[in-house]
Structure formats: structure tokens, C-alpha cells
């Protein structure tokens, strides 16, 4: 069982910086496809950022050069760090974990998310 907490979300000046983290406890976590998913209210949850087992990342239109994430395996930890931020980034930011085994068993987990606040 894999359990995942988020942290570092809070309320920025619009063109602001936040770091988010997400710990996750439990075994293998280097093999699971761990990314960053927002809601906003009324909205529909979308993919922000995710990161594979090997390093390989993908981004949102809507932030690319502007957010990154990573992920340090040793301390089971995955981070966006998000920069240049704006109203529309104010959402509820989950951090997700997603394995196939090599049997086709699927496992996938959510976070119970963390408020980023963007003023203008």
C-alpha cells in the first residue's frame, strides 16, 4: 500500500514561486509514474506534470517553462517546483502514483492535495 502526502501549497503574489512536495511511503516507489494533477472549483481534474520511473517528463501546455518536476527516489519524494505563477494556477494540486506490473496488475494512488492560491 502506498500512501502519499502532499505539502508546500499556500497563497502567492501573482509571478510568485512555490515548491510542492509529495512523500510517499511504502516499497518500489522508484518504479512507479508519479505526477501532478489540478482542480480548480467547478473544474474538471487535469494533468499538470508527470514523471516515469526513468526520468522521462511531460507537461501540461499551460505550464511548460514555467513548472518542473522531480523526483528523488532516495527519500521517496516527488516535487514541482512552479515559478511565474499566475490567478489561473489557484487550484487543489494532487500528487498521483501510477504502476503496471510486468503481469498487466495495475496500482494507481492519490494524494488528498494541497491548495495553491494565486492573487492578482
Known amino acids: 500500500q502506498v500512501q502519499l502526502v502532499e505539502s508546500g501549497g499556500g497563497l502567492v503574489q501573482a509571478g510568485g514561486s512555490l515548491r510542492l512536495s509529495c512523500a510517499a511511503s511504502?516499497?518500489?516507489?522508484?518504479?512507479?509514474?508519479m505526477g501532478w494533477y489540478r482542480q480548480a472549483p467547478g473544474k474538471q481534474r487535469e494533468l499538470v506534470a508527470h514523471?516515469?520511473?526513468?526520468?522521462?517528463?511531460t507537461y501540461a501546455d499551460f505550464v511548460k517553462g514555467r513548472f518542473t518536476i522531480s523526483r528523488d527516489n532516495a527519500k521517496n519524494t516527488v516535487y514541482l517546483q512552479m515559478n511565474s505563477l499566475k490567478p489561473e494556477d489557484t487550484a487543489i494540486y494532487y500528487c498521483?502514483?501510477?504502476?503496471?506490473?510486468?503481469?498487466?496488475?495495475?496500482?494507481?494512488?492519490w494524494g488528498q492535495g494541497t491548495q495553491v492560491t494565486v492573487s492578482s
Open positions: 514523471i516515469t520511473s526513468g526520468g522521462t517528463t
Open positions: 498521483h502514483a501510477d504502476w503496471t506490473t510486468g503481469w498487466g496488475r495495475k496500482y494507481d494512488y
Open positions: 511504502g516499497s518500489i516507489f522508484s518504479m512507479y509514474v
